[in-house]
């Protein structure tokens, strides 16, 4: 059997982190080794590991990886040590006992394709948070319905499905893609945006990019810490120019110029997106004071 690495970059998110390692405590299969960076926590998360999860393995950066950097650091370390296949995994998602076990069986059934779990509320009935790209219009940047109910896609969603990017909360990838097109692109999205580029620069050199739409990580509700305040309209036009944001400007521009098949459509592209987190901001705020 294939070795495999599970790759988790946490920061500043102690029990949140723990919680998620718990999960891969239980799993039905357990021939793996987890790795975890840990980039600058001063909430004592690496305390935590050391005394609770001692057989992880545990490297540090200083603050400045953010999750492509760390989430570099931890694969470069794991295919120094032989590993032959890489889980990329975000701490704060819950995992089911025979998660690890489904990508393994998936595994086997395309052994040369890069898998990517589909994203679920934890609440019942379960809502379909993000499934990759599975369908994309290149002109109006819409994809697969968010916040659905997952019942309406029993039948035309399920098994592995063909997908456009896969999201990196879960996502299963052969050593061999990393031996073709490098690892993620820390320089240019250090942040946000690095694994629908890795996903579709794989794509481009030929892998297949499949989504496992029976092998979900699930986002539990985090309750909103006390004296938390609505994003105002202010915050919101400065997130445009915050790295660790999605909104991030310069990282929505440059995943267009490399990958958008229509150049000349850029700019009206970029504008219908920044136009479309407008709405979204505005739709928001507008349910909130509808609830109050």
């Known amino acids: 059997m294939c070795k495999l690495s599970i790759i988790i970059p946490v ?17 039905t299969y357990s021939d793996f080794d987890i790795i975890v960076i840990d980039d600058g926590s001063t909430d004592g998360t690496s305390e935590m590991i050391k005394k609770d999860f001692p057989e992880i393995i545990l490297l540090h950066g200083d603050g400045n990886l953010w999750w492509t950097g760390a989430t570099n650091l931890g694969i470069k370390y794991a295919l120094k040590k032989g590993a ?8 704060d998602v819950l995992i089911k006992e025979d998660y690890i076990e489904n990508f393994i069986i998936a ?5 040369h394709a890069l898998i990517g779990s589909i994203n679920l509320s934890q609440e019942e009935p379960p ?48 050593r061999t893609v990393f031996d073709a097109i490098g690892l993620f692109d820390e320089k240019h999205f250090p942040h946000y945006a690095a694994d629908d580029d890795f996903s579709l620069r794989a794509k481009k050199a030929g892998f297949n ?19 938390g305040t ?20 310069p990282v929505l521009i440059r995943y267009n110029i490399r990958h958008h098949p229509y150049k000349l459509y850029i700019p009206a592209f970029v504008f219908l997106e920044i136009t479309r987190r407008f709405f979204s ?4 705020r507008w349910e909130a004071i509808k609830n109050r």
Do not use: M
């Not at 032959?84 to 701490?91: A, F, G, M, P």
């Not at 948070?129 to 109910?149: D, P």
């Not at 309209?233 to 660790?244: A, G, N, R």
């Open 11 to 27: 920061h500043n998110r102690r029990e949140i982190t723990r919680r998620c390692l718990k999960c891969l405590q239980k799993q």
């Open 84 to 91: 032959e296949l890489i889980l990329t995994l975000n701490d």
């Open 107 to 111: 595994h086997k059934e395309q052994p």
């Open 127 to 174: 809502r379909l948070l993000s499934a990759g790209n599975i369908s994309l219009n290149h002109w109006t940047a819409k994809c697969i319905k968010r916040g659905q109910i997952l019942s309406p896609y029993s039948n035309a969603f399920s098994g592995l499905l063909f997908s456009y990017t896969l999201p990196g909360r879960g996502t299963l990838i052969p």
């Open 209 to 227: 990019i499949l989504i496992h739409t029976e092998n979900p990580v699930f986002s539990p509700h985090e309750p909103k810490r006390a004296g």
């Open 230 to 249: 609505e994003q105002t309209i202010t915050s919101f036009l400065k997130s445009f120019f915050i790295l660790h944001n999605p909104n991030y400007l």
């Open 281 to 284: 901001y505005f739709l928001t």
